[in-house]
């Protein structure tokens, strides 16, 4: 068990460690021996934890998504907040997070536009990543429009509105280079807003 435990231990640095790596480098430039190097071990040993950049990479990715996720369920299961008041820390809480990882978003760009080239789509793996922050919001909405707080309107309409507002400001961080979460709140509220009874 506690080799078991020192393997998962080494992982989280290893992905730790190569996340500030793709945030520095790019994606394009990173390469396994920069990872190893980072971590202070050999190729060799890299490859015991992982098969090449592109899985660490996309691992990183995920231990990110795990931390925004954990908080976000942490809003979630404050019983004393009502609907309104857990959708509108949960959006600022995601904005929040993008304005906090803008490197990363830069370097995932890079990464989605090399995908494109290559004739994937990025749309699927991006919906693949956040098929839990959907789900919540739709959960909310929909415990908003029973406990009457929320209009009784489609709610794909209204998480495709919050999720539009999220890519804004992703793309305003990230292309536009405009860091300022204001009138990300300001769309995040009124949207909100509209969604009230």
């Not at 394009?28 to 190729?43: L, N, P, S, Y």
């Not at 890519?167 to 305003?172: M, V």
């Amino acid at each position: 068990m506690a080799i078991l435990v020192e393997h998962d231990k080494r992982k989280q640095e290893i992905l730790e460690k190569a996340l500030d790596v793709f945030i520095n480098e790019g994606y394009e430039d990173v390469t396994f021996q920069k990872i190893a190097d980072r971590c202070g071990i050999t190729r060799t040993t890299l490859y015991i934890y992982f098969n090449n950049k592109r899985e660490i990479f996309l691992w990183s990715i995920k231990q990110l998504l795990f931390g925004i996720e954990n908080e976000v369920n942490l809003i979630q299961n404050d019983k004393t907040l009502t609907s309104e008041e857990t959708l509108r820390k949960i959006c600022h809480k995601i904005i929040d997070h993008c304005n906090e990882n803008t490197k990363l978003f830069n370097v995932l760009l890079t990464y989605f536009m090399q995908l494109k080239k290559t004739g994937q789509n990025p749309r699927d793996r991006i919906r693949r990543r956040v098929v839990k922050l959907r789900h919540l919001l739709t959960s909310i909405l929909l415990c908003g429009i029973q406990a009457g707080e929320f209009k009784d309107k489609n709610v794909h309409d209204m998480n495709e509105l919050l999720y539009g507002i999220f890519e804004a400001a992703i793309f305003r961080l990230t292309v536009l280079n405009q860091d300022d979460n204001t009138e990300a709140y300001k769309l995040i509220d009124l949207a909100i807003d509209g969604f009230l009874a």
